[in-house]
């Protein structure tokens, strides 16, 4: 990639980087590309799982995203977390930061290569995927090809039945029309719901029937809500 890694980024994700630096500064250095999470959707992430003490997490498309997440688990002493990667030579590079700062008993990537229509990835890996799930972060497969806007639908379906109650599901990028299509469309056909932050570029999503508690203080729990209150414009 050419481009700079902060390609992209807005005047939050600066404030959302120094935000991050304990967690930046703890290990080796981490390959950014405009294919990594943005700053503030990342403090997002981080913000769930602390306040939603969050300890098991699957996260679609793996990353810089992957190595600071385990390395917010390890400072917390509790979760991990399992990243699919369809990319085999990108989940060795992942893999191997992830073993190089010793966070390999807490994180690990599954190499899972795309199949189907749309792509998507193998089902033979996902029996390593842990059968009770409390965030699903949904980054990837990529899909900023034309006509590949949707890829990341199957996501929810298929793991729908694993996300416990009170469970959470984060999709990045969705400042692009392909990702609005797919969140209509779950939330056309499931009992899932979200919250567009064009600040953070996610959506956070509850299941509406079995979080009667969510709704009634979402200020409370909902991260969205803590990334305006560290200073981004409301
Ligand atoms: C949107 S990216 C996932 C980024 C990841 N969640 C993060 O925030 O770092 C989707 C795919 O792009 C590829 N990818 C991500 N970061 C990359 C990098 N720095 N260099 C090369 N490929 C990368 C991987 O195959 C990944 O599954």
């Known amino acids: 990639m050419t481009e700079p890694a902060s390609d992209g980024w807005r005047e939050e994700d600066l404030h959302c980087w120094h935000v991050l630096s304990p967690l930046l500064l703890q290990g080796g250095y981490l390959?950014?590309?405009t294919g990594s999470m943005r700053p503030a959707g990342l403090v997002a992430v981080c913000n769930e799982i602390v306040h939603g003490a969050r300890?098991?997490?699957v996260e679609c498309g793996s990353g810089v995203s992957t190595v600071l997440l385990a390395r917010l688990l390890r400072e917390r002493r509790a979760g991990g977390l399992v990243a699919l990667e369809h990319d085999p030579h990108w989940a060795g590079v992942v893999q191997d930061q992830l073993h190089r700062e010793s966070l390999d008993t807490i994180a690990r990537v599954l190499h899972a290569p795309l199949d189907g229509q749309p792509p998507w990835y193998t089902l033979a890996g996902l029996h390593e995927v842990p059968d009770a799930?409390?965030?699903l972060i949904i980054d990837g497969p990529p899909a900023f090809d034309p006509g590949h806007g949707t890829r990341r639908e199957p996501a929810l379906p298929r793991f729908?039945?694993?996300l416990v109650?009170?469970?959470t599901v984060i999709l990045d990028d969705i400042a692009r029309p392909g990702e609005r299509q797919v969140i209509a469309s779950w939330e056309g056909s499931t009992d899932w719901r979200f919250i567009l932050d064009e600040t953070t570029g996610v959506a956070i999503g509850r299941r509406r029937t079995r979080t009667l508690s969510l709704s009634r203080a979402p200020q409370q729990r909902n991260p969205v809500f803590?990334?305006?209150l560290l200073g981004t414009p409301a």
């Open 31 to 33: 390959p950014w590309t």
């Open 133 to 135: 799930i409390d965030l």
């Open 55 to 57: 300890t098991q997490i």
């Open 165 to 167: 109650d009170g469970a």
């Open 226 to 228: 803590r990334t305006k």
């Open 160 to 162: 729908d039945e694993r």
